[in-house]
């Protein structure tokens, strides 16, 4: 008799998922707000901006997008931010790669202690190393050779602070690999570079390009490293140039968020991309190792 | 007799080719381990010799470092009521972080569980902020920290609901909360992230089992998903306080630090005083206090949890 008075069973299902969407679709919309009023304001007058904030551009006004897309100095930015994207990733997983598969499958006197000598770079990150490195440039330029003001300080610079956290999940992955294949693979007269390039290279390819799609973003996004390296303007990168340009032009609210719009859309259509591998990259760094 | 001579010859090759291995062995593990090794060696151990040795000069970045003063920085540093503060913001931002940010990120990640209808586009959508910029992140949130509101969104909201508008960023007491509220927004979804990475390594058995013994949702949480989500946490609670103890691009961005000191951090202030004032000995001996607290936290993390879990440095 009992179980007919009960609340039925599909309701006692659907209460809770409700409630649970109810706040999973607040805290979607909590995401989204920023992010929305800037596309809103990137397509507004400054006179709409300043009249209605926050409200649905209508119409929309193509004007500040067009008058930034116009100016050489904003293509310009997105080249040098290309270029040291493109080089510091190309450089950052080739080089982990090659010193994590030592870690992982090679013997030798002092290992450990390199090992842990790597691990230092974990404790001091780039916000915190920033003076330090900066002393090092100079340094080096003294020496003759040029860092200051050249993109390829910025890439040195980022490749190396990179590489503690990268060495560590590849040679993970390295691991891996079952040392069975290891062994067949010597036997039949593989030299070690021929089992590095043609047998481990190839399976952990999805790995590669998880750190790879890690290092895009990370080097994309920097700003500290090109802020203290590069002085010329026509070598600013972009995240270096927003900050400028914010604070040149701070006062205009809609041409700042045209320009901010402009420099991040780029990272948000690679990053529907590239979920899949920015995902496995981090949860892989971050739980197992 | 001559089988002698042969067995010996044969021996030798084997010995030559062990020999050849090992020779290759060697070269290989040289050529593969330089560039990481010179890279590192240079960009970072070295830096933090040199600023050791920096930091004992009073040193403006002209000429060589000459004026040498002992460890007089460090006390300067140490008693500087302007990084006092900033400790203390960067105290306040562990706190609230650990307080409110990664419980808030559980409670989403626990939500979505694992088969909920659309569990992945909740998770594309709560990480979408993470791969923003610092820089850009920054600026969306100054338009809507306006202090204006006719233009500030927040402040707009406030004041339809009857409320006084805030100045988010020029308030010396309300700064810092206003950035840890943008920080939790961008990085939130990261936490989220490598809770639902624990939560599917949790089997599923487990909790079934439980819940035919009568456990319901609440115990199931605090008696079984919490303790196995155990070494997740510890490394989510690392990064997030390894994170704000360097924290400076977004709070460079929004405040520089100010009004009045009111949001510097740590990185904002050996900033300030290397590239700003340009006093290099002063700012290395900020760095290594800063690289020292990094140390000591890893190594109490590793003491404390025995096995490392957290590897990357990002």
């Known amino acids: 008799m009992g179980k007919y008075l009960t609340t039925p069973r599909w309701i006692q299902k659907v209460i809770p998922r409700i409630i649970i969407y109810v706040f999973l679709i607040s805290a979607t919309i909590m995401i989204f707000i920023p992010i929305v009023i800037l596309l809103f304001g990137s397509v507004k007058t400054t006179g709409q901006m300043y009249s209605h904030p926050y409200s649905i551009p209508n119409p929309p006004n193509w004007e500040n997008i067009l008058l930034i897309l116009s100016t050489p100095s904003f293509w310009n930015m997105l080249k040098n931010s290309l270029i040291v994207m493109v080089a510091t990733t190309g450089g950052t997983v080739s080089i982990c790669a090659l010193a994590a598969f030592v870690f992982a499958r090679m013997q030798f006197r002092g290992k450990n202690f390199l090992f ?19 002393f090092v440039l100079r340094q080096l330029e003294l020496m003759g050779i040029p860092m200051i003001d050249q993109l390829w300080g910025v890439i040195l610079v980022q490749i190396a602070f990179q590489l503690s956290g990268n060495i560590m999940i590849l040679r993970g992955f390295f691991t891996a690999v079952p040392t069975d294949l290891q062994d067949v693979a010597y036997m039949d007269g593989c030299t070690n570079f021929d089992f590095f390039w043609r047998i481990m290279l190839p399976l952990v390819k999805p790995s590669l390009s998880a ?21 010329s303007n026509q070598l600013w990168t972009l995240p270096l140039g927003t900050m400028q340009f914010q604070g040149q032009y701070g006062q205009d609210l809609a041409l700042v968020s045209a320009f901010v719009a402009l420099s991040a859309i780029p990272t948000i259509i690679f990053y529907f991309f590239a979920e899949r591998q920015i995902v496995s990259g981090l949860t892989a760094g971050a739980v197992k190792g | 007799m001559q089988f002698l001579p042969v067995a010996k010859q044969k021996l030798n090759l084997a010995k030559n080719t062990m020999n050849g291995r090992r020779t290759q062995d060697r070269i290989v593990i040289a050529l593969f381990l330089l560039p ?41 540093i140490l008693t500087d ?41 909740f998770r594309t959508i709560f990480f979408l902020p993470y791969v923003l910029s610092e820089v850009n992140t920054g600026i969306m949130w100054m338009l809507l920290y306006n202090a204006d509101p006719t233009r500030g969104f927040i402040n707009s909201i406030m004041v339809q609901l009857g409320f006084e508008p805030i100045a988010w960023l020029a308030d010396m007491n309300v700064v810092i909360f206003a950035i840890f509220i943008t920080l939790t927004w961008k990085y939130f979804g990261f936490h989220m992230l490598l809770y639902l990475t624990g939560l599917q390594n949790i089997p599923k058995e487990i909790e079934e089992a439980a819940r035919i013994d009568g456990a319901n949702s609440i115990q199931n949480f605090f008696y079984i998903t919490l303790p196995l989500l155990g070494s997740t946490i510890k490394t989510s609670v690392y990064m997030s306080v390894l994170g704000s103890i360097q924290q400076f691009v977004l709070v460079w961005v929004m405040t520089r ?42 190594l109490l993390y590793q003491a404390l949890t025995r096995k490392p879990d957290y590897i990357t440095g990002l």
């Open chain 1, 211 to 231: 750190v790879g799609a890690l290092v895009m973003i990370a080097s994309w996004n920097d700003l500290l490293v090109p802020l203290i390296v590069l002085n």
């Open chain 1, 116 to 134: 842990n000598l790597f691990t230092i770079g974990l404790m001091f990150p780039i916000n915190v190393a920033i003076l330090p490195v900066y």
């Open chain 2, 36 to 76: 990481a090794l010179i890279l590192f060696l240079l960009f970072v151990i070295y830096p933090i010799f040199r600023s050791v040795y920096f930091s004992t000069f009073d040193w403006k970045g002209f000429g060589p470092a000459v004026d040498y003063i002992g460890l007089d920085n460090y006390k300067k």
């Open chain 2, 257 to 298: 630090g100010g009004p009045v000191n009111a949001s510097e951090t740590m990185a904002t202030y050996m900033y300030r005083f290397g590239f700003v004032r340009y006093q290099l000995g002063y700012g290395s001996a900020v760095a290594i206090i800063m690289f020292i607290l990094c140390m000591i936290f890893s």
């Open chain 2, 81 to 121: 009521e302007v990084f006092l503060k900033a400790i203390k913001n960067v105290l306040i931002i562990i706190t609230l972080s650990l307080g409110l940010q990664l419980p808030l990120a559980l409670i989403l990640a626990v939500l979505v569980g694992r088969d909920l209808p659309g569990r992945s586009l």
